[in-house]
């Protein structure tokens, strides 16, 4: 199938959309490597000649937001999807590099000048993702930098000098290891030398790009192989301490089984898309072994007492330096703290209404299965929809009624506000989960 044909329409759309306006526009980087490859590209960014401001005239304020200080971008909503659309830029002087007075002159700090499409392609950071594709002309795949050669020899390199591409952005120091793990490809030599040099400097990026590019590795389907790669090339220890510490012991071969068995049932399309269980996912070998107890043939814990609070600062030392939200890490708490009961088969039932039971249930078999243990009384739990059925099969308990306290015939205003805050304190807090 011609990659025309393979392009989402709506992302074509925007192009035409552009170009009809007068402007130059191109599909570009990452989207027209996977077409290359046959993979359906997750997002489609565009490059066009067009300002962001430009840009929004075109889409309208409804249609376009701008985005960004030290990249300028607009973010255009077509579809039901948001498509980036950047303006070429060409290579910033040393002077307008400089973010701050102390400032050596080679990270980037504001890349918003503006240039020509050749001038774009060779300032950006690998040849594989400076491929451009004319959706909306006959020019078909524009290559001016070798991309397409390093493709089909599944080299990594950058565009200009691989120490400097690094030092102006450290993330590219990930981008090209995704690529390793991700795709299968390997580095240019002189990019992995100055990969090695440089993989402390991932920590000059904010810890929240940091997290933001975390939670990409795990829904790439191939998380176990990109950190394989990361530690291969001394980048954990630097991007991830707690993870490095305990990848070549025992406790990581289980966390590495973790990993492996998420990315193998994502891929299949039978795992769910919650980035609180994709978290969970990750550091559950390592919480379990802070919380269980050696007696407890089960591996796990007895619920209650301080456990509670030994879990949070379990999940929280291992995501130390990054910025992980309080909604994860009380979500990621709640999964945990119910793993001992629902691996009780006579208790498992008071689980089944719980707002967090179909990934606590999908994480205790994915304990049981790195532990080698038998999952058969967890995989016989109800599934997520069954499990509201099976709870209402259970009579309820009977509570006695507490007697009804007399007061005045006339209520007073002070004993009507009493009963409507309790009231509402009582009221249980909708969930507000993430995508599934």
């Known amino acids: ?65 701008i985005i960004g200080r030290r990249f300028r971008l607009a973010h255009v909503f077509s579809g039901g999807d948001i498509y980036e659309v950047s303006t070429f830029r060409r290579e910033p002087t040393a002077s307008e590099r400089r973010g701050r007075y102390d400032d050596d002159g080679v990270m980037i700090w504001n890349d918003n000048r503006y240039g020509t499409l050749e001038e774009d392609a060779r300032r950006r950071d690998f040849t594989v993702n400076s491929l451009y594709y ?23 390199r950058t565009v200009g000098d691989p120490a400097l591409r690094l030092e102006e952005d450290p993330v590219r120091l990930l981008r090209a290891l995704k690529l390793v793990g991700q795709q299968g490809f390997t580095l240019e030599p002189e990019l992995g030398a100055a990969l090695r040099k440089h993989a402390a400097s991932i920590r000059l990026a904010s810890v929240s ?87 407890d043939e089960r591996g796990l814990w007895r619920p209650g007492g301080d456990s509670g609070s030994a879990c949070s600062a379990a999940i929280l030392a291992f995501y130390e330096g990054f910025v992980l939200p309080r909604f994860f890490s009380a979500r990621i708490r709640d999964m945990f703290m119910m793993l001992p009961t629902l691996a009780d088969p006579e208790r498992a039932r008071r689980c089944f209404r719980h707002r967090e039971y179909k990934y606590g249930r999908a994480l205790l078999i994915l304990l049981l299965h790195a532990m080698g243990r038998d999952c058969g009384a967890a995989e016989a739990l109800p599934l997520p929809e069954e499990a509201d059925v099976a ?27 009493a009963d409507g805050s309790a009231g509402a304190a009582s009221a249980r807090p909708d969930h507000d989960g993430d995508n599934d």
């Open 391 to 417: 709870a209402a099969a259970v009579p309820a308990k009977k509570r006695r009624r507490r007697p009804r306290r007399r007061g005045p015939r006339t209520g007073s205003a002070e004993t009507a506000d």
């Open 134 to 156: 004319d959706v909306a002309g006959n020019r078909g795949i524009i290559d001016l930098v070798g991309g397409i050669d390093d493709m089909r020899r599944r080299v990594v």
């Open 1 to 65: 199938m011609p990659i025309r044909d393979k392009i989402r329409p709506a992302a074509a759309a925007v192009v035409q959309r552009l170009v009809d306006s007068g402007y130059e526009a191109f599909i570009v980087g990452g989207a027209v490597r996977d077409l290359l490859l046959d993979h359906a590209p997750k997002d489609y960014d565009i490059a066009t000649s067009a300002s962001p401001e430009e840009v929004q005239a075109v889409f309208s304020r409804r249609g376009c937001r």
């Open 209 to 295: 790009r940091l997290f933001e590019e975390l939670l990409k590795i795990f829904f790439t389907g191939r998380s176990l192989e990109i950190f394989t790669a990361f530690a291969d090339y001394g980048l954990l220890a630097h991007f991830w301490p707690a993870m490095a510490r305990l990848w070549g012991e025992p406790l990581g071969a289980a966390t590495r089984h973790a990993l492996g068995e998420r990315d193998a049932a994502l891929r299949g399309g039978d795992y769910s898309s919650s980035k609180a269980l994709a978290l969970a996912t990750a550091c559950l070998p390592w919480v379990v072994s802070q919380l269980q107890e050696p007696e």
